[in-house]
């Protein structure tokens, strides 16, 4: 069975420094990987994906992901936080068929 | 860009009464999905769709929910005799193949009384 375990439900990173959140996942072959960011009220915005290629993933703003298979590790980054970078984010998995696993997600707090 | 629109935004029912959440997805995409979240917990899957007949559903879509596409554009999630369990945001999404990603509205907050 696959899983997606997200360490942290919440994270607070000053604005202009590095945020990294952190995903596991457990699957038995190579999944598709993915990065949700969720703004207050409103749905689930696709930040990012890795299939196959690359494991350096860039997604939209200037956050990126690495899929480390040794690790079994999808984890996000930012070099620099900014305020509107406030929300939940959601890791997510999905291995061929058609349901995406969700992990917990992680609230991402930005402090000026 | 084109979204996958869900209406109403809030639903309040009674609990026992029937709902049905609305959903238009991307007017390109062939295959549509449903998700809830429960307050507090993680987005969980309901229930893909395609080619006018469930492809996948899990454990929670029971005989109390269905879902339809009842014309060219709107794809329905019907929970029948609703319970206080069923409180959740529910989420329907929507990709234009089954490997694509997959696009999300904004949701649907359910509230059962």
């Known amino acids: 069975a696959q899983s997606v375990t997200q360490l942290g439900s919440h994270v607070s990173v000053s604005e202009g420094a590095l945020v990294l959140l952190r995903c596991n996942y457990s699957?038995?072959?190579?999944?598709?990987l993915f990065w949700y960011v969720q703004y207050p009220n409103q749905g689930l915005q696709l930040l990012l994906k890795?299939?196959?290629?690359?494991?350096l993933v860039k997604g939209i703003n200037g956050f990126e992901a690495e899929f480390k298979k040794s690790e079994t590790s999808f984890h996000l980054t930012k070099p620099s936080a900014h305020m509107s970078d406030a929300a939940e984010y959601f890791c997510?998995?999905?291995?061929?068929?058609?349901?995406?696993?969700f992990g917990k997600g992680t609230r991402l707090h930005i402090l000026p | 860009e084109p979204e996958v629109t869900q209406t109403p935004s809030h639903q309040v029912t009674q609990m026992g009464q029937e709902v049905i959440l609305r959903c238009v997805p991307i007017?390109?995409?062939?295959?549509f999905y449903w998700y809830r979240q429960i307050l507090g917990q993680k987005v969980e899957f309901l229930v893909s769709?395609?080619?006018?007949?469930?492809?996948?559903k899990s454990e929670i879509f029971d005989d109390q929910f269905s879902v339809e596409r009842p014309d060219g554009s709107n794809f329905t999630l019907k929970i029948r005799s609703t319970k206080l369990e069923d409180s959740a945001m529910y989420f329907c999404?929507?990709?234009?193949?089954?490997?694509?990603?997959?696009?999300f509205g904004d949701g649907t907050r359910l509230s059962i009384l």
């Open positions: 999404a929507s990709s234009e193949t089954r490997h694509q990603p997959q696009h």
């Open positions: 699957s038995s072959v190579p999944p598709y």
């Open positions: 890795y299939t196959t290629g690359a494991t």
């Open positions: 997510a998995v999905r291995k061929g068929d058609d349901k995406i696993i």
């Open positions: 007017s390109n995409h062939l295959y």
């Open positions: 769709f395609y080619n006018n007949e469930i492809s996948e």
